[in-house]
C-alpha cells in the first residue's frame, strides 16, 4: 500500500516580520519530510533561489496598480481579496491532481485571511501562524469591551492608569490608543478569526507569557503550539528583503566588548524627521559607539539620511556607523553590541533575548507597546526611551554603563539560558514542533 504523503501550502505574508518566521517554519517542517508550497504575494516575494527544495507559488496581487493606501486596513483587505481567487484555483486544481494518498493542510499567516477562508469552502484543515507576542491578543481582544464600557478612546487622565484586566497594562500601552475607534475596531476584526482554525502556532515560548496563552486557549479552544524563537529552531538562508550590509561585522570586530547600542526600528515604522534628528543627538551625546539602522525611506519625507545636517553626520561618523540595513541576528550575536535600541516588534524581541542583549525600548503601535512593557517591567532586560534631548544619552549609559546595566544584562542572559533550554531536546518549544508534526500526521 503506497504511504500517506503531505503538502503543506504555507501562505506567507508580504511583511519582513512575518515572511522571515513563515520560512523558517517551512523549513523545520520540510526536515521532518513534508512537501512545502510557499504561497506569496507579488510585492515583497521571498527569493526562491535560497530554498531550492519548496515549490512556489506566486499570487497576483495587482498592488502595483494602486499607487497609495489610505489605511493598513485598505492595503490588507486588498491584498487578500486579490490574492484569493488565484489559490483557490490553484488549490482546486492540485486537488483534482493529485494522488489518492496525498493530502493538503493550509498554514497561513494569520494577516493572509483569504487562506482560511478558501481552506473552510474547500474542506481542507488549516493552521494559523501567529508571529506577534502572545500577550498582545488579550490586549487586542479587550478594546471592544473597553469600547463599549466607555474606556476607549482613552482619556489622556487614565493613559498611566494599569488597565485593571490586564493587570500588567497601562492604558497607554493598549494598541490603537489615539487612532480611530473605527479604524482599531476594523483591524481587530480582520486580525481575530471568526471561524477558529484546526490550530495555531505561536512564535513564543510557553515560560514567557504564560498568562496570556491561557487566555488564548480558553478563546479558541483548538490546539495552541508554542514553537519559538522560529528563527533558532533550524538554520534557514537570508529572509531579508533588503540587502544586508555586512561591512559592519569587521566593524563591530574593532570595538570594546559590551560597548557599542545597536539601533533599528525594524521594517516597517516610519519616523518622524525631528524623532530621527533627537535619535542622531543622543548617539552623538552619549560617547559611545554605535552601529544605527537607517532604513531607506524610513525617515518621513526624505530618501535616507539627508535630514541630518552635515556637522552632526561628521559628529556621528567619528564614533559609529550608519547602514540601511543589517545582518541583524548576527549583529545582536556579536560581543561588541552591549544593547539594542529597538522598536520591540515580536522578531527582534526574540532575536534579542536569544542572545542575552538588554533593550532600550521605543515601541511606534500594534504589539510593539505591549512587548515595550513586558521587556522593561516584568522580564526587566529593558528600558523605555524617552525622546528628548539629554534624556536619550542618558538612558544609553544606563544600559552600557554602571550597576543598573550589569543587572539589566544579568538578566538578559538568564532569560538566554531558559531560552535555549526550551529550544534543545525536551525543552517545550522542541517538544511542542514535535507534537506539531505528529497532529500535522493525525489530520
Ligand atoms: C512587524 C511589527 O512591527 C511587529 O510589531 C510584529 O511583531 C511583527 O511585524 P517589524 O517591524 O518587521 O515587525 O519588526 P520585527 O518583528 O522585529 O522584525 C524585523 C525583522 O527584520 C527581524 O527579524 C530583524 O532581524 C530583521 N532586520 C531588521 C534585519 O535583518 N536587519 C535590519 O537592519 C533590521
Known amino acids: 500500500m ?11 505574508s508580504p511583511l519582513q516580520g512575518h515572511m522571515t518566521p513563515m520560512l523558517h517554519l517551512a523549513t523545520f517542517l520540510h526536515s521532518k519530510g513534508f512537501s512545502i508550497t510557499i504561497a506569496h504575494s507579488e510585492f515583497n516575494r521571498p527569493d526562491p533561489s535560497n530554498h531550492p527544495h519548496f515549490t512556489f507559488l506566486s499570487l497576483p496581487d495587482n498592488l502595483s496598480a494602486i499607487s497609495d493606501f489610505a489605511t493598513a486596513v485598505q492595503f490588507l483587505q486588498t491584498l487578500n481579496d486579490n490574492c484569493s481567487p488565484h489559490f483557490r484555483e490553484h488549490l482546486i486544481q492540485t486537488m483534482m491532481m493529485k494522488k489518492d494518498k496525498e493530502s493538503i493542510v493550509i498554514v497561513y499567516d494569520n494577516l493572509m485571511f483569504f487562506a482560511g477562508s478558501v481552506a473552510g469552502d474547500l474542506g481542507l484543515p488549516s493552521i494559523i501562524l501567529r508571529t506577534s507576542s502572545a500577550s498582545f491578543f488579550p490586549a487586542i481582544k479587550i478594546v471592544p469591551q473597553l469600547r463599549q464600557q466607555g474606556r476607549f478612546p482613552v482619556q489622556a487622565s487614565l493613559l ?24 482599531a475596531l476594523e483591524v481587530i476584526n480582520m486580525i481575530i478569526p471568526k471561524t477558529p482554525p484546526s490550530a495555531i502556532l505561536w512564535n513564543t515560548l510557553e515560560f514567557l507569557e504564560p498568562s496570556a496563552l491561557t ?9 495552541i503550539f508554542t514553537v ?7 538554520p534557514t538562508p537570508s529572509t531579508s528583503f533588503l540587502e544586508e550590509d555586512t561591512s ?51 525617515v518621513q519625507g526624505f530618501e535616507w539620511i539627508e535630514f541630518l545636517a552635515d556637522g552632526l553626520v561628521t559628529e556621528m561618523k567619528m564614533r559609529g556607523l550608519i ?30 533575548m536569544f542572545e542575552g542583549v538588554p533593550m532600550l525600548c521605543q515601541p511606534f503601535e500594534l504589539d510593539q507597546k505591549v512587548n515595550s512593557r513586558y521587556l522593561s517591567y516584568v522580564w526587566k532586560m529593558g528600558v523605555e526611551v524617552v525622546v528628548e534631548r539629554g534624556e536619550i544619552e542618558r538612558v544609553i549609559r544606563r544600559v552600557l554603563v554602571g550597576k543598573e546595566g550589569e543587572e539589566m544584562k544579568q538578566r538578559a542572559m538568564e532569560m538566554q539560558e531558559k531560552v535555549k533550554v526550551a529550544v534543545t531536546h525536551g ?4 517538544n511542542s514542533l514535535e507534537e506539531l508534526v505528529q497532529y500535522i500526521f493525525s489530520l
Open 228 to 234: 519559538g524563537p522560529l528563527h533558532k529552531i533550524i
Open 323 to 352: 547602514v540601511k540595513w543589517a545582518p541583524q541576528k548576527e549583529v545582536l550575536a556579536h560581543f561588541a553590541v552591549g544593547g539594542f535600541w529597538s522598536h520591540c516588534g515580536w522578531n527582534s524581541t526574540l532575536e534579542s
Open 215 to 223: 487566555q488564548i486557549r480558553d478563546h479558541y479552544q483548538v490546539p
Open 160 to 183: 498611566q492608569e494599569i488597565v485593571p484586566e490586564l493587570h500588567l497594562l497601562r492604558y497607554k500601552d493598549l494598541p490603537f490608543v489615539g487612532l480611530p475607534i473605527q479604524y
Open 427 to 430: 525543552g517545550s518549544s522542541h
Open 248 to 298: 559592519c561585522i569587521p566593524w563591530l570586530d574593532k570595538q570594546a566588548p559590551r560597548s557599542v547600542i545597536y539601533v533599528s526600528l525594524g521594517s516597517i515604522a516610519n519616523v518622524d524627521e525631528k524623532v530621527s534628528t533627537e535619535i542622531a543627538w543622543g548617539l552623538a551625546n552619549s560617547k559611545q559607539p554605535f552601529l544605527w539602522v537607517v532604513r531607506p525611506g524610513s
Open 2 to 12: 503506497a504511504e500517506r504523503r503531505w503538502r503543506l501550502v504555507l501562505t506567507a
